[in-house]
């Protein structure tokens, strides 16, 4: 989305309790984020590297993976923790505040290295390719710095990888930064930090600076050359002499890699001019070879190589092919346009796009098998920087790599029958992907988001509707703003089987939101079998904790018929479900005809279910452990009249379980019993285990 809830003046906040108390030391965390790197996000000191190699430990977002059976997606790469490893580097974590390294990172731990250290890896598959998360610290004045990481195998082998900030490292207030000594972009918002709008404060607070550094994450990919067996060794090791201070390993991704897909009879880019060396640029070439193409009626082919493209390819009725998202590399720099575009776009870079709606929009397109990589480092958000965007209707994207673009698919409507399937998107300013207007009868599934700088997976029913779509089996992790997967107005859509993990500020796992100007919800949303793992986050500017689902009525009632059924909410840090309005508001609007079913919930840091707003919702069979507070805060819309809530709960039967207060669903809390507390204790749950 193009902002979470930050923003506005002090009505921005929730004003439910009288007082507001700053909840993140910033003057630590900056220093700590910035300066001592050593003790990033407080930590343990490794003990694990005088023993010899530790036996794998693969893991999905950071959990046994029978937790998450049938979830999420189906990955080609096996992951595993650097806290798992063998190290003599320092583990920092677990840490669930933003603006840390250990709070970004998966499962909220990794591993720093100061020069000379290492962190080792067990193959628990034959691989001949790794991708490796990363952090090394900004330059002082911003801008980023470039490290080496040294890779062995075995004590042999070895590459070096280069490293890089450049694309990390955000600071400030939305729209953020690169400027770490910036002053404060908008001193007229209101901010926990001082618990004061700056601008309208006598004397003004003092703001540490940098101010809210986040997004501290970058990815490499790195193919090895050979093929390594299981029980093979893969060292990282921050070389005596490097200039970056400490670096900090979250996880490392193995896979084996297959051969380059080769296409024979195609129109070839190498025949049209492509420089596969990346020496200069080869988007006129693609637009030669993909009308060649059209005109002969064959697919484009790009071969095994690095292509530079400073411009937005269009297409349309084509069919374009690399030989594998490892190989075939579509690469491009940020272009600042001489007057602003139509849209508003101040900036063009490399990117796939459909003719826009008003244009008819394209048909027909289908892209496979290739890399899109892009040098967007600042968040602008009227500019078209996005790996894939425009309208495509009865098309297909399938196998692509994206990275360092602002958001990694964007489509912008009416358009229908779209279907993209097994694509990795990481590292990105903004979404990962985003429906956006109009979209209908389209598919996401079996796709990988990881750290994206907003939401993961949105559907955006902005002025028309999006309708009948599906995301099916998706894996998000670390979103570092706003949600895994959100859902803005719209008919008839579903969001099932998809993992989310790790969401870190402004949002949470998955969010269904009447806000942004989005059409209402209509019809039905089915939100199934899904899970989600150590959401339920801290929302810094209304001061409170938010569920691992959580609905939002903002700027129109909510009260389709939504269905949740089947979804497991683990390791939440403070509510597992959260309804809620905003304080301006509250009175105006509802949420209605919410029925949960067979959910579990394993460990809340608070309440099961939180409620802040007038409405109501059913349970069914909602099976709950490990509860922190009791089981239902009921808030309503704050007005405590004698008859109770403006919430009521209706137990549908089966609701079992709780915590140290008792059951979740007791009957002294049916249908509407007030049971505020507006910032209760959390208290952290144990790590989820088999039901």
Same mark, same amino acid.
Request: proline content about 6%; aromatic content about 8%.
């Given at each position: 989305?193009?902002?979470?809830?930050?923003?506005?003046?002090?009505?921005?906040?929730?004003?439910?309790?009288?007082?507001?108390?700053?909840?993140?030391?910033?003057?630590t965390?900056?220093?700590?984020?910035?300066?001592?790197?050593?003790a990033?996000?407080?930590?343990?000191?490794?003990?694990?590297?005088?023993?010899?190699?530790?036996p794998?430990?693969?893991?999905?977002?950071?959990?046994?993976?029978?937790?998450?059976?049938?979830?999420?997606?189906?990955?080609?790469?096996?992951?595993?923790?650097?806290?798992?490893?063998?190290?003599?580097?320092?583990?920092?974590?677990?840490?669930?505040?933003?603006?840390?390294?250990?709070?970004?990172?998966?499962?909220?731990?990794?591993?720093?290295?100061?020069?000379?250290?290492?962190?080792?890896f067990?193959?628990p598959?034959?691989?001949?390719?790794?991708?490796?998360?990363?952090?090394?610290?900004?330059?002082?004045?911003?801008?980023?710095?470039?490290?080496?990481?040294?890779?062995?195998?075995?004590?042999?082998?070895?590459?070096?990888?280069?490293?890089?900030?450049?694309?990390?490292?955000?600071?400030?207030?939305?729209?953020?930064?690169?400027?770490?000594?910036?002053?404060?972009?908008?001193?007229?918002?209101?901010?926990?930090?001082?618990?004061?709008?700056?601008?309208?404060?006598?004397?003004?607070?003092?703001?540490?600076?940098?101010?809210?550094?986040?997004?501290?994450?970058?990815?490499?990919?790195?193919?090895?050359?050979?093929?390594?067996?299981?029980?093979?060794?893969?060292?990282?090791?921050?070389?005596?002499?490097?200039?970056?201070?400490?670096?900090?390993?979250?996880?490392?991704?193995?896979?084996?890699?297959?051969?380059?897909h080769?296409?024979?009879?195609?129109?070839?880019?190498?025949?049209?001019?492509?420089?596969?060396?990346?020496?200069?640029?080869?988007?006129?070439?693609?637009?030669?070879?993909?009308?060649?193409?059209?005109?002969?009626?064959?697919?484009?082919?790009?071969?095994?190589?690095?292509?530079?493209?400073?411009?937005?390819?269009?297409?349309?009725?084509v069919?374009?092919?690399?030989?594998?998202?490892?190989?075939?590399?579509?690469?491009?720099?940020?272009?600042?346009?001489?007057?602003?575009?139509?849209?508003?776009?101040?900036?063009?870079g490399?990117?796939?796009?459909?003719?826009?709606?008003?244009?008819?929009?394209?048909?027909?397109?289908?892209?496979?098998?290739?890399?899109?990589?892009?040098?967007?480092?600042?968040?602008?958000?009227?500019?078209?920087?996005?790996?894939?965007?425009?309208?495509?209707?009865?098309?297909?994207?399938?196998?692509?790599?994206?990275?360092?673009?602002?958001?990694?698919?964007?489509?912008?409507?009416?358009?229908?029958? &779209? =279907? @993209?399937? %097994? !694509?990795?998107? #990481?590292?990105?300013?903004?979404?990962?992907l +985003?429906?956006?207007? *109009?979209?209908?009868?389209?598919?996401?599934?079996?796709?990988?988001?990881?750290?994206?700088?907003?939401?993961?997976?949105?559907?955006?029913?902005?002025?028309?509707?999006?309708?009948?779509?599906?995301?099916?089996?998706?894996?998000?992790?670390?979103?570092?703003?706003?949600?895994?997967?959100?859902?803005?107005?719209?008919?008839?859509?579903?969001v099932?089987?998809?993992?989310?993990?790790?969401?870190?500020?402004?949002?949470?796992?998955?969010?269904?939101?009447s806000?942004?100007?989005?059409?209402?919800?209509?019809?039905? &949303? =089915? @939100?199934? %079998? !899904?899970?989600? #793992?150590?959401?339920?986050?801290?929302?810094? +500017?209304?001061?409170? *904790?938010?569920?691992?689902?959580?609905?939002?009525?903002?700027?129109?009632?909510?009260?389709?018929?939504?269905?949740?059924?089947?979804?497991?909410?683990?390791d939440?840090?403070?509510?597992?479900?959260?309804?809620?309005?905003?304080?301006?508001?509250?009175?105006?609007?509802?949420?209605?005809?919410?029925?949960?079913?067979?959910?579990?919930?394993?460990?809340?840091?608070?309440?099961?279910?939180?409620?802040?707003?007038?409405?109501?919702?059913?349970?069914?069979?909602?099976?709950?452990?490990?509860?922190?507070?009791?089981?239902?805060?009921?808030c309503?819309?704050?007005?405590?009249?004698?008859?109770?809530?403006?919430?009521?709960?209706?137990?549908?039967?089966?609701?079992?379980?709780?915590?140290?207060?008792?059951?979740w669903?007791?009957?002294?809390?049916?249908?509407?019993?007030?049971?505020?507390?507006d910032?209760?204790?959390?208290?952290?749950p144990?790590?989820?285990?088999?039901?």
């Open positions: 989305m193009s902002r979470s809830i930050t923003g506005g003046s002090a009505s921005a906040r929730w004003s439910g309790g009288p007082s507001r108390r700053a909840a993140v030391a910033v003057a965390v900056t220093a700590i984020a910035v300066g001592l790197g050593v990033l996000g407080g930590t343990a000191l490794a003990d694990k590297g005088a023993a010899g190699a530790s794998p430990v693969v893991t999905r977002a950071a959990i046994d993976p029978s937790l998450v059976t049938g979830r999420g997606a189906d990955v080609g790469f096996v992951e595993q923790e650097a806290e798992d490893a063998t190290t003599n580097g320092t583990i920092i974590g677990p840490d669930r505040t933003a603006y840390t390294p250990a709070a970004e990172a998966s499962g909220r731990k990794a591993v720093t290295l100061a020069p000379g250290q290492y962190v080792e067990t193959l598959k034959a691989a001949n390719a790794i991708t490796v998360r990363y952090s090394v610290p900004d330059a002082p004045g911003g801008g980023g710095i470039t490290a080496p990481l040294d890779v062995t195998v075995n004590g042999r082998s070895r590459s070096t990888m280069t490293l890089t900030s450049r694309y990390a490292w955000l600071y400030n207030q939305y729209p953020f930064t690169n400027d770490p000594n910036a002053d404060l972009l908008h001193p007229d918002w209101w901010i926990t930090e001082c618990s004061c709008v700056p601008a309208a404060t006598t004397p003004a607070p003092a703001i540490t600076k940098p101010f809210r550094p986040n997004h501290f994450y970058d990815e490499q990919r790195l193919l090895l050359g050979r093929t390594y067996r299981a029980g093979d060794q893969v060292r990282l090791t921050v070389p005596a002499g490097s200039n970056a201070a400490w670096t900090v390993i979250d996880l490392l991704d193995s896979e084996l890699v297959g051969p380059p080769v296409r024979v009879v195609a129109a070839n880019v190498l025949a049209f001019g492509a420089d596969p060396l990346g020496r200069r640029d080869s988007a006129d070439a693609f637009d030669k070879a993909i009308a060649f193409a059209k005109r002969q009626h064959l697919r484009v082919y790009i071969p095994p190589g690095t292509y530079q493209a400073n411009r937005h390819i269009v297409v349309d009725d069919t374009i092919e690399g030989a594998g998202n490892w190989y075939t590399i579509v690469r491009g720099r940020e272009v600042t346009l001489g007057t602003p575009a139509p849209d508003g776009s101040v900036h063009t490399v990117g796939f796009y459909g003719k826009d709606a008003s244009a008819g929009g394209s048909r027909n397109v289908h892209l496979s098998g290739f890399a899109i990589e892009g040098d967007v480092r600042e968040r602008v958000d009227t500019d078209q920087v996005n790996g894939i965007g425009g309208a495509m209707s009865d098309s297909t994207i399938d196998g692509l790599h994206i990275r360092h673009t602002k958001v990694g698919m964007w489509f912008d409507g009416p358009m229908t029958n &779209l =279907r @993209i399937t %097994n !694509n990795v998107i #990481v590292d990105q300013i903004a979404d990962g +985003n429906f956006h207007t *109009g979209v209908t009868n389209s598919v996401v599934s079996n796709n990988f988001i990881r750290n994206s700088g907003d939401d993961g997976l949105a559907m955006w029913s902005e002025k028309t509707a999006d309708a009948g779509n599906t995301f099916d089996h998706n894996t998000v992790q670390t979103p570092v703003l706003a949600n895994g997967i959100a859902i803005y107005g719209g008919t008839d859509n579903t099932s089987n998809n993992l989310v993990a790790d969401p870190i500020r402004e949002g949470s796992a998955i969010h269904v939101g806000r942004f100007g989005a059409k209402a919800f209509t019809g039905h &949303l =089915r @939100i199934a %079998n !899904n899970t989600t #793992v150590r959401a339920g986050t801290y929302e810094l +500017n209304w001061n409170i *904790g938010l569920g691992a689902i959580w609905f939002y009525a903002l700027e129109k009632n909510i009260d389709a018929d939504i269905q949740v059924v089947g979804d497991h909410f683990l939440n840090t403070h509510n597992a479900i959260m309804l809620v309005s905003d304080w301006p508001v509250k009175d105006l609007y509802s949420i209605t005809n919410v029925h949960f079913k067979d959910i579990r919930v394993d460990g809340t840091g608070t309440s099961v279910v939180s409620a802040r707003v007038k409405g109501g919702a059913s349970f069914e069979n909602v099976d709950a452990r490990n509860v922190g507070a009791v089981g239902v805060n009921n309503g819309s704050f007005n405590f009249p004698p008859t109770g809530s403006e919430f009521s709960l209706t137990d549908l039967g089966g609701n079992d379980g709780g915590g140290t207060t008792g059951p669903l007791a009957p002294w809390v049916l249908p509407n019993t007030i049971t505020c507390d910032r209760p204790p959390v208290v952290a144990p790590a989820p285990s088999p039901w």
